[in-house]
Nanobody, 122 residues
Framework: QLQASGGGSVQAGDSLRVSCTAS????????LGWFRQAPGNEREFVAA????????RYADPLKDRFTISRDNARNTVTLQMNNLTPEDTAVYYC?????????????????WGQGTLVTVSS
């Protein structure tokens, strides 16, 4: 189970952090990712991180403003988003891949959180 939190409404240029806590998985070495879906658009990759945080992957347009991190002791992944723009408005979903892959492919993620809404106004 994945529980996301931290969404909200902000102004352009603000920062926001969204987090997701995973529960119910007894294995290790799993990857965690973030995707987002804006109204009328397909769900798109944002960022992903491997088990030991040594490997991260970002969508190219976002890598200078977004940072993904994880705390394995708390089974939590966090997405720090800076200098937000209205184009970042979307529902943000955390995703769980039980393998060690750090992928940008939506179909490789087995479990999904319920999503948290981020709204950025100009």
């Amino acid at each position: 189970q994945l529980q996301a939190s931290g969404g909200g409404s902000v102004q352009a240029g603000d920062s926001l952090r969204v987090s997701c806590t995973a529960s119910g998985w007894t294995g290790s070495s799993y990857a965690l990712g973030w995707f987002r879906q804006a109204p009328g658009n397909e769900r798109e990759f944002v960022a992903a991180i491997g088990w030991r945080s040594r490997i991260t992957r970002y969508a190219d347009p976002l890598k200078d403003r977004f940072t993904i991190s994880r705390d394995n002791a708390r089974n939590t992944v966090t997405l720090q988003m800076n200098n937000l723009t209205p184009e970042d408005t979307a529902v943000y979903y955390c995703a769980f891949d039980p393998s060690s892959r750090v992928s940008d492919m939506r179909e490789l993620y087995r479990y999904w959180g319920q999503g948290t809404l981020v709204t950025v106004s100009s």
